[in-house]
């Protein structure tokens, strides 16, 4: 995480940029310079809702091809810590359709195609000021994003294991190609 900015103004309005390309940002940064924003910035899902949680920005602008948890989960997250979240979607125009979907899932207030140029944000600037729509998805988020992913699947007990002593030498194993197939094998 990086904190971008040439404001001072300790009440200028925060953006949590999360894009995992260096170059986007940058042109995010520089197609906003405009606006005095001071940014933060992040390259995964997971970082940016922590991030989020730690600063609560004015403003989110998040691609959804990230690493780790994509942009449509982690602005779930967000929304679902936050229903006032303001955010904003990029991606490039082959996955227009998927971010018109996310934008609508997630309560994003507007999705921008990149590369991102300074006249694009201006296209969408009063949808990214006006009312922050309801995110649908939120009643999905467990479906796509499982809290009990860290729960361990119980696997059932190995059976007896024969002792060491019992276990023919590797060396005395016939090749692969000779060994009978699995079902054919004889107990031990």
Known sequence: M???????????????????????????EQSLRTKEFIFITCEDGDNAVDVYSEHLPDLVIM?????????????????????????????PSRLAQIAEDATFSAGAVAWVQKPVTAN????????????????????????????????????????ELPPLGELPPLGELPPLGELPPLGELPPL
Request: no cysteine; glycine share 6%.
């Open 120 to 159: 694009l944000f201006d296209e969408v600037w009063d949808k990214v000021l006006g009312p922050i729509p309801e995110a649908p998805g939120l009643e999905d988020l467990d479906k796509l994003y499982p809290k009990d992913l860290d729960k361990k699947e119980e696997l059932p007990p190995l059976g």
């Open 63 to 91: 691609a959804l091809d990230i690493p780790s948890m994509d942009g449509h989960v982690a602005a779930l997250e967000i929304r679902e810590a936050d229903p006032e979240a303001r955010i904003i979607f990029l991606a």
């Open 2 to 28: 990086g904190l971008v900015t040439d404001v001072d103004d300790e009440n200028a309005p925060i953006v949590l940029l999360v894009d995992n390309n260096p170059m986007s940002r940058r042109r995010i």
